[in-house]
């Protein structure tokens, strides 16, 4: 699809922190999601991406409070469509730990079962049991030493399921340098 390829082109300005003026981008990201509504990868990487210019590049106070909105209003949208999905609830879990009040939230001084983040990542596992990914993200939210285990299994054990990741542009890349700061970090 042609949106993954305009994607991947945004996606690799990421980390560069230049200024860039992102309201071209932010206009292709909204179309996309008007053209594809039930399009869950769509959704998905259009949420790593706006988040991620949120929270990591350079864009003006008017950029800033555009993408903020399209932020949480594509997370309410896509999530009332998407809560029984295990990969929307692995990626969007995962994400939710990162400036939650981006996506309208006030988690962060709830205990860690009562944030949305843990919620999902643990209905994605519950509803696979047998995915390591969800597993690992799952333990890996309740600091478990085991999840230290998986994920030396998933970066020398389970090239599927990096292979898999890799197929996610963006999200799939953090999601492996979330796995990867576990390993080295546990």
């Known amino acids: 699809m042609k949106w993954k390829d305009d ?3 945004i996606e690799q300005t990421f980390g560069h922190h230049k200024k860039k003026n992102w309201n071209e981008d932010l206009k292709l990201v909204r179309d996309y999601l008007i053209d594809f509504p039930m399009d869950i990868a769509l959704h998905i990487r259009s949420l790593y991406l706006l988040h991620n210019i949120l929270v990591e590049e350079i864009c003006s106070d008017d950029e800033h409070d555009a993408i903020a909105k399209l932020l949480k209003e594509t997370f309410t949208n896509s999530t ?3 809560s029984n999905n295990p990969e929307y609830l692995f990626f969007i879990g995962k994400l939710l730990y990162v400036s939650e009040w981006y996506f309208g939230l ?3 001084e709830k205990p860690i079962e009562e944030r949305l983040a843990f919620q999902m990542q643990k209905k994605a596992f519950e509803k696979e049991p047998d ?3 969800y597993e690992w993200s799952f333990l890996f939210s309740k600091n478990e030493k085991y999840a230290y285990d998986l994920s030396k299994t ?3 054990n389970s090239s599927e399921e990096l292979k898999w990741l890799r197929t996610w542009g963006f999200p799939g890349k953090y999601m492996i ?3 990867i700061y576990c390993f080295k970090n546990s």
């Open 154 to 156: 998933i970066l020398h």
């Open 80 to 82: 009332v469509k998407f």
């Open 131 to 133: 995915n390591l990914l």
């Open 7 to 9: 994607f991947d082109k």
């Open 106 to 108: 006030g988690d962060d």
């Open 177 to 179: 340098d979330s796995i």
